[in-house]
């Protein structure tokens, strides 16, 4: 049942709305009749003038030169083969997609029906006053690479088949730096390829250009060891041969050998092989979803070894997404005409080099990971790395100057550098990186409405993506039925029905006693109150037999926050509770307060607040700027609501002279970093958006952040309750299945931090 839910996900994913997974978007107003003259006739005659009199100006006035044509002909896709080219289509606009995320690249997929490489040629050429550059995926061998190099003879664009270089380009970088930690010359070593498709022959064509010597190569396909012998081979596979004569199988190319690579097929690899080899071995199992050797295996095998695979659930991965978009967003900006060897080697020189400097804190944490650092199990980047971008595409760019294939020359590498991050998406980044962190270590979640579909739902995927280990409260009969009835898979999962009792209801009752005896409870009222699923929930988390509660899909919110209060209470020195929206915008994440709680906060209310806010802020890996908003800048009204929100900006400059805070100002203003430096530039905030908002009230925060849910398009995670002892997170009343997910990504994320936190006091 788990793989058909799988499968039903992957399927509701691209159908849900609008159906796929990318869309054209106006990057030029279109609000007013002239806007519409402009765009079209009569205006857009005017750039179609300078562009017929001198053709590079199609750079100046339109897309071309961001834009990428993904080329399919679907021959091999994925691990599903020749399934054709409309099959292939989710594919390529999920490869569109990443080239977005990751270096702000423009894409149309193009699904060819063809596998005639003349036709394919032709097809492709015609199109090139459209595109920028050509990225060719799941094209087949051996025709994949006479249509590269047809196109890349015939064309003046970059064009690079990605199935072939973009592993090799990410596995050079990762050899480089596994022969460095290994204390291996790469001129000397000895290195066994299994495999000889597209990727492999790519692969090994790289890493004799980066110093491996031919003689010192042993080439496996299905058939076995390509040697002088064999006269099955064709004249690609022919230039890998080995004259040897004494090597016959795999495990006597492994034998003495200094690196495995495996772009082959699954579990062909087993231990005897891995400790034949010579001492310090590398071992890059690169077979998908199943690598040559399984990584527990290889690290088991031998305590010298070196392991990188394709998956990103172990250390290493070999992933493409560390290369392609950066090496066509470098190839792109200077106009280049092709994408050369000798781009290809600075991208791998780049990610490699990269992998040497320290990391930055928000890698750090999205990996869940106290210190990254270069070694045995970091001798590539990670994806979520924002450097790449820089570094890499900056690499390719200055390549392809200095090698003569660049139309257009950059005069200010740091402007460009800065140009380059500007570029980076973060509307969705932080909540990537935070499922990330919560993957590392998985928390015990208690579901307090277990007996509802998009509960148990939800319980599926964050047990299923590795996130937590739900535990389920309620009725266990009707969330047996409710599994059931819609074939769920949660596998083995703890249910608690509260109203039954369990071994630990009278000791929660006792302790709810003892707690609230003066506020008028008895014994036989707390023991009544543990049968309510919030307060035994809550009760789980304060004794620590579970990490976090999640509730409040089918209750009003102080349905929820009570006997948390009562149970757990706040933080010691916290006076007051406070909630919190993350808003992710196209823009970058927002973080909104109060917008759940405290109904007209007296300026001490606001400063608590913003304590609490700024704080949550910094945990989940942002550096906050805070504004305190208001109707006023800086004094330009008095009244009730400007004057406690001045009075509190002076308390926190007084109290916390170390926080990024200024106010009161309007909302523009903080939004507006132009706005705010000619009108105030003596503010503390001067120089980037505020990106933490405070609200001088309950309605209007609340206002403000359902109309930019609803208007704006941004997606609320929240809310996020701030100022309790121990994690309890509240869901909006009828929350989607994707809303709970995320809400239970911060609670996990909360314990997780709050877990550090105790280990160092």
Do not use: W
């Given at each position: 049942m788990k793989n058909t839910n799988r499968k039903l996900d992957a399927l509701n994913y691209h159908a849900k709305g609008r159906p796929g997974k990318i869309q054209v978007v106006p990057t030029k107003p279109t609000n007013s009749q002239r806007d519409l003259t402009m765009a079209y006739s009569p205006g857009v005659a005017e750039p179609c003038l300078r562009i017929a009199e001198n053709v590079e100006d199609v750079y100046k006035y339109t897309a071309k030169g961001n834009l990428v044509a993904v080329i399919s002909n679907g021959t091999a896709v994925l691990g599903l083969g020749n399934i054709g080219p409309e099959a292939s289509k989710p594919v390529m606009e999920g490869k569109g997609l990443l080239f977005k995320i990751y270096a702000d690249i423009d894409v149309f997929d193009l699904e060819l029906n063809t596998k005639s490489v003349d036709e394919f040629v032709t097809i492709v050429k015609a199109l090139e006053p459209t595109f920028g550059g050509v990225n060719l995926e799941d094209i087949s061998a051996p025709t994949c690479f006479e249509i590269e190099r047809r196109l890349k003879e015939e064309m003046n664009i970059?064009?690079?088949?990605?199935?072939?270089?973009?592993?090799?380009?990410?596995?050079?970088?990762?050899?480089?730096?596994?022969c460095e930690i290994q204390d291996k010359k790469l001129e000397d070593i000895k290195l066994v390829v299994n495999g000889a498709g597209a990727a492999a022959v790519s692969c090994t064509r790289i890493y004799l250009s980066l110093g491996v010597k031919k003689e010192n190569l042993v080439m496996l396909d299905i058939n076995g060891v390509l040697d002088q012998r064999r006269t099955?081979?064709?004249?690609?596979?022919?230039?890998?041969?080995?004259?040897?004569?004494?090597?016959?199988?795999?495990?006597?190319a492994m034998k003495g050998a200094d690196v495995f690579i495996g772009l082959s097929a699954g579990n062909l690899v087993n231990t005897e092989m891995l400790q034949s080899m010579a001492p310090n071995p590398i071992v890059f199992a690169m077979a998908n979803p199943e690598p040559e050797v399984a990584y527990e295996i290889g690290i088991a095998s031998r305590g010298d070894i070196i392991m990188a695979t394709g998956r990103s659930d172990f250390p290493n991965q070999v992933n493409n997404v560390l290369g392609f978009p950066y090496i066509f967003r470098g190839a792109l900006d200077v106009r280049a005409t092709a994408i050369n060897?000798?781009?290809?080697?600075?991208?791998a020189q780049a990610i490699a080099e990269l992998a040497k400097k320290p990391v930055p804190e928000a890698v750090n944490l999205a990996y869940e990971a106290k210190n990254l650092r270069f070694g045995k199990d970091y001798i590539i980047p990670k994806p979520m790395d924002q450097r790449l971008i820089t570094e890499v595409s900056i690499a390719v760019a200055k390549a392809a100057v200095a090698s003569g294939v660049a139309r257009k020359e950059i005069a200010d590498w740091d402007a460009y550098a800065e140009e380059l991050r500007s570029r980076i998406s973060s509307d969705d980044k932080l909540m990537r990186n935070l499922s990330l962190q919560a993957k590392s270590t998985p928390k015990r979640i208690v579901f307090a409405e277990a007996d509802n579909y998009k509960i148990l739902r939800a319980a599926q995927i964050v047990k299923d993506e590795g996130i937590a280990t739900p535990i389920l409260l309620g009725n266990i009969q009707k969330i047996q039925q409710i599994i059931h009835e819609n074939e769920l898979d949660l596998g083995t999962v703890e249910m608690i029905d509260p109203r039954e009792g369990s071994d630990c209801s009278e000791k929660y009752a006792k302790f709810l006693y003892n707690k609230r005896q003066r506020r008028g409870a008895t014994l036989?009222?707390?023991?009544?109150?543990?049968?309510?699923?919030?307060?035994?929930?809550?009760?789980?988390?304060?004794?620590?037999?579970?990490?976090?509660?999640?509730?409040?899909?089918?209750?009003n919110y102080v349905s929820t926050i009570k006997p948390a209060l009562q149970v757990i209470g706040t933080e010691p020195g916290v006076p007051k509770l406070a909630g919190m929206y993350m808003m992710i915008t196209k823009k970058?994440?927002?973080?909104?307060?109060?917008?759940?709680i405290n109904v007209n906060p007296t300026a001490q209310d606001l400063v608590d607040i913003t304590v609490l806010t700024e704080r949550s802020v910094q945990q989940l890996g942002v550096s906050p700027r805070v504004a305190l908003l208001s109707y006023s800048n800086f004094g330009s009204n008095d009244g009730e609501v400007p004057d406690k929100t001045r009075e509190a900006v002076k308390i926190l400059h007084d109290q916390h002279p170390d926080m990024v805070v200024d106010g009161e100002m309007q909302?523009?203003?903080?939004?507006?970093?132009?706005?705010?430096?000619?009108?105030?530039?003596?503010?503390?905030?001067?120089?980037?958006?505020a990106n933490t908002l405070i609200f001088p009230n309950l309605e209007s925060g609340n206002i403000a952040?359902?109309?930019?849910?609803?208007?704006?398009?941004?997606?609320?995670?929240?809310?996020i309750l701030l100022g309790l002892n121990k994690p309890v997170h509240v869901l909006q009343l009828g929350s989607s299945v994707r809303e709970i997910v995320n809400m239970v990504t911060i609670a996990v994320v909360d314990a997780q931090h709050r877990e550090q936190t105790t280990t160092l006091k």
């Open positions: 970059p064009v690079m088949h990605d199935d072939q270089h973009g592993t090799a380009i990410i596995s050079g970088a990762a050899l480089l730096n596994a099955d081979l064709d004249e690609i596979r022919q230039e890998f041969a080995t004259s040897r004569t004494d090597i016959n199988s795999l495990a006597d060897e000798e781009m290809k080697l600075a991208a036989y009222e707390a023991r009544k109150m543990m049968r309510d699923r919030n307060y035994y929930g809550s009760a789980m988390v304060q004794f620590g037999d579970a990490d976090a509660l999640i509730s409040g899909l089918t209750k970058g994440p927002l973080f909104f307060g109060d917008t759940t909302a523009n203003f903080a939004m507006n970093r132009d706005l705010l430096a000619d009108n105030f530039p003596f503010s503390t905030l001067n120089g980037k958006p952040y359902k109309l930019l849910q609803e208007v704006g398009g941004a997606e609320a995670v929240g809310p």
